[in-house]
């Protein structure tokens, strides 16, 4: 009997964990770049929490998320996933990642917004991510169940209800690949904003993909905003991470003036509402370094040369910021083993809505979801009997998403903040859009969950919520 290998499309950390944690058996990696390129956790500066520290524990981990969340976070999603991370901590050294150290060889340990203890774990000071990978992706390749496909998913094949298979595309036209069990692992939505952290690319492939075979998604409307991108030109801004603030950094405007009343390490939703308002009343803001002086180029190596890149020496020079679209909490919803409500489709990372991150996510939380969750999945995939092959017919390919047409709607009225006229403008313009354009139409269920919450919570800030205006006030 012919049986397809498990696929996973998308070859960040969630992908390559699940593949792993799927070995012995046959895996299909689909990625369109090379591996690792184009990835989101490629790009991660922040770092990965883990409660590890003798002043630590898993539980003090989860209050922390928990109030980050605004009540909206599942607390067994929570706790499942938090209470992993020392376990995976260990996996990952034993895979080669070489986390930073203290003098006395121990696990270096960062603080970063509202954590109440250094428990932030960092790789080459801020390229955690990058190292992960490097080590995910060394792993993946002596692994011999692990085949690469150099493809872009554009397509989940559907019959009675369940994954048959993936239309994809290669430089040399389309194939149709057989499939039961496959695993969404491609990153989160930024791309379709003006101005994100994320590879241009994130544009909500998996959610499209997902929506189109008709599985449930969750909380939608909830971005994060990252207060501190780089204020330069391009649709991808360079990320100015969370960990510079951990080391002492703080706000400063054009006057030289400190105007977060000393809540720079506020929770990102926070930071990022007082940034947007501080830049809405004509001001230029700043994240000002320059207490760390010459160490910074050695901690922060990769933001070293990103302002260089700008002329901007931080040691001596406060660095132009502004919120950028940064991370999606809402995404495909999934249960604890990273199944969706289409039976043979899983989705793990950014693209998943596991109940971790509730209304907004916790600093450093993304990376240890994407790990455990993607693990998780993995093997739940290769623990489910495989069904024999199916003959699929040959299909078309359907058009590409294209993001540039929403990208200026979602930047004014879904952005920092929002209000039902705003919201009702986006509809009425993104709705024409998406009877053509995935994209489009993916931007206007954001759209649509955002309308149809009509209080403040999180990241979803709306300015017509009388109790937000007197907050605000």
């Not at 996973?8 to 591996?35: K, S």
């Not at 260089?308 to 679209?325: F, H, K, L, S």
């Not at 206007?444 to 605000?472: E, W």
Request: hydrophobic share 45%; proline share 6%; charged share 15%.
């Amino acid at each position: 009997m012919t049986q397809a290998p498990i696929t996973i499309i998308g070859g960040g950390i969630a992908g390559l964990m699940a593949a792993l944690a799927a070995a012995p058996a046959p895996v299909r990696l689909l990625n369109p770049a090379g591996l690792g390129d184009g990835a989101a956790s490629s790009w991660s500066q922040g770092g990965l929490a883990a409660a590890i520290g003798a002043d630590d524990s898993p539980a003090l981990h989860i209050a922390d998320t928990l109030k980050a969340g605004a009540g909206l976070c599942d607390g067994a999603a929570v706790r499942r996933i938090v209470e992993a991370g020392p376990a995976l901590i260990d996996f990952l050294v034993r895979s080669g990642v070489r986390f930073d150290r203290d003098a006395a060889q121990n696990l270096a340990r960062g603080l970063e917004a509202a954590h109440q203890r250094p428990r932030i774990l960092h790789a080459n000071g801020d390229q955690t991510g990058a190292e992960i990978m490097r080590a995910l992706i060394s792993a993946a390749r002596a692994t011999a169940s692990i085949e690469f496909f150099s493809a872009a998913a554009r397509k989940l094949l559907v019959r009675d209800g369940e994954i048959v298979g993936v239309l994809a595309e290669t430089a040399s036209g389309p194939v149709t690949l057989p499939a039961d069990r496959v695993l969404l692992s491609t990153g989160g939505i930024g791309g379709l904003f003006r101005y994100s952290t994320n590879p241009p690319g994130a544009i909500g492939t998996g959610l499209i993909l997902a929506a189109e075979a008709g599985a449930q998604v969750r909380h939608l409307e909830f971005v994060q905003f990252h207060p501190t991108a780089l204020d330069a030109s391009g649709p991808s801004l360079p990320l100015i991470s969370e960990a510079v603030r951990g080391e002492g950094a703080v706000f400063i405007d054009e006057t030289g003036a400190r105007f977060m009343a000393g809540g720079d390490l506020a929770p990102r939703d926070v930071v990022a509402r007082a940034v947007f308002a501080h830049q809405a009343d004509g001001h230029r803001v700043f994240l000002d370094a320059r207490m760390i002086g010459a160490r910074f180029a050695t901690r922060f190596p990769a933001i070293s040369a990103i302002c260089a890149g700008a002329n901007i020496d931080p040691a001596t020079q406060p660095i132009p910021v502004r919120p950028a679209a940064h991370y999606h909490m809402g995404g495909v919803a999934v249960d604890a083993r990273g199944r969706t409500s289409v039976p043979g489709l899983y989705a793990a990372g950014e693209v998943a809505c596991t109940g971790l991150h509730g209304a907004n996510r916790l600093a450093s939380n993304s990376l240890l979801e994407a790990a455990v969750c993607g693990a998780q999945a993995g093997q739940d995939m290769a623990s489910r009997e495989a069904k024999p092959v199916q003959a699929l017919p040959e299909q078309k390919l359907p058009p590409r998403p294209d993001a540039e047409p929403v990208r200026d709607i979602m930047s004014t009225h879904l952005g920092v903040l929002r209000d039902a006229t705003g919201l009702h403008s986006a509809i009425s313009r993104l709705t024409p859009l998406a009877t053509e354009n995935s994209a489009a139409q993916l931007a206007l269920m954001i759209a649509q969950a955002a309308f149809a919450r009509p209080v403040s919570i999180g990241a979803h800030a709306r300015r017509d919520d009388p109790s937000f205006a007197n907050q605000a006030a």
